[in-house]
């Protein structure tokens, strides 16, 4: 079975520029979440699909962050424009429907200068 | 407020020695606890996972953590750590609707020879 997949894996972007993730979750699950993990810190949730509606995007800041999944399948984080404290590793994890277990994929690394 | 504390940022332990590393929540009920384990630069990997019934759970690599309701804690136990087990670990909760996974700030182990 494949897993989560995630591109790309490292980004560096100026301040004020913009940047796209990725990620293709596993098949057949219906739950997808994007984390974002400062270094040193646990993750935190961003945004959380149920199929392609939206559950939960209480800690995304909206103002710059925009996130969609297309069809209930794939998704895209879009962050426009970056600041610096966006530097961080965005977690791309997707879950059966109410099982409680998330699969990860493997990062995608921004640095913005 | 609905939350995991992990109190040890760092622990350092003998190869071959015992590991026991802290996690408490913060619930009105009995939430659903998960382990997750994170190699450098890699994604996030479930050991085990407690919902209910037998308060001592077996997970993968020798793992076991044990659900105490009267502590309000979820410790991560391994009888004999390998070098291969210097990793970050992360506590994890759930509410019992399946929805929003809360990590701990983590911890990170070391593994001394």
């Known amino acids: 079975e494949a897993g989560v997949a995630q591109s790309p894996r490292y980004k560096i972007i100026e301040k004020r520029q913009s940047v796209a993730f990725w990620c293709n979750p596993i098949?057949?699950?219906?739950?997808l979440y994007w984390y974002q993990q400062i270094l040193g810190q646990g993750p935190k949730l961003l945004i959380q699909?149920?199929?392609?509606?939206?559950?939960?995007d209480s800690q995304l800041p909206k103002d710059r962050f925009s996130a969609e999944r297309l069809k209930g399948v794939d998704s895209t984080l879009k962050i426009q424009p970056a600041k610096l404290e966006d530097s961080a590793v965005y977690l791309c994890?997707?879950?059966?429907?109410?099982?409680?277990?998330?699969?990860f994929g493997e990062g995608s690394r921004l640095t913005v200068l | 407020a609905q939350s995991v504390t992990q109190p040890d940022i760092h622990i350092t332990v003998s190869e071959g020695a015992s590991l026991e590393l802290r996690c408490n929540y913060s619930?009105?009920?009995?939430?659903?606890l998960f382990w997750y384990v994170q190699s450098p630069g890699q994604g996030l990997q479930l050991l085990l996972k407690?919902?209910?019934?037998?308060?001592l759970v077996q997970g993968i690599k020798g793992f076991e953590a044990e659900f105490k309701r009267s502590q309000s804690s979820f410790n991560l136990r391994k009888p004999s750590v390998h070098w291969s087990d210097a990793a970050e670990y992360f506590c994890a909760f759930m509410n019992t609707g399946f929805q929003k996974l809360v990590f701990g700030t983590g911890t990170r182990l070391l593994v001394s020879p």
């Open positions: 699909f149920q199929n392609n509606g939206v559950v939960d």
């Open positions: 994890a997707s879950s059966p429907s109410r099982t409680g277990e998330l699969f």
């Open positions: 619930y009105g009920a009995t939430p659903y």
């Open positions: 407690y919902f209910s019934g037998d308060t």
């Open positions: 098949s057949g699950h219906a739950t």
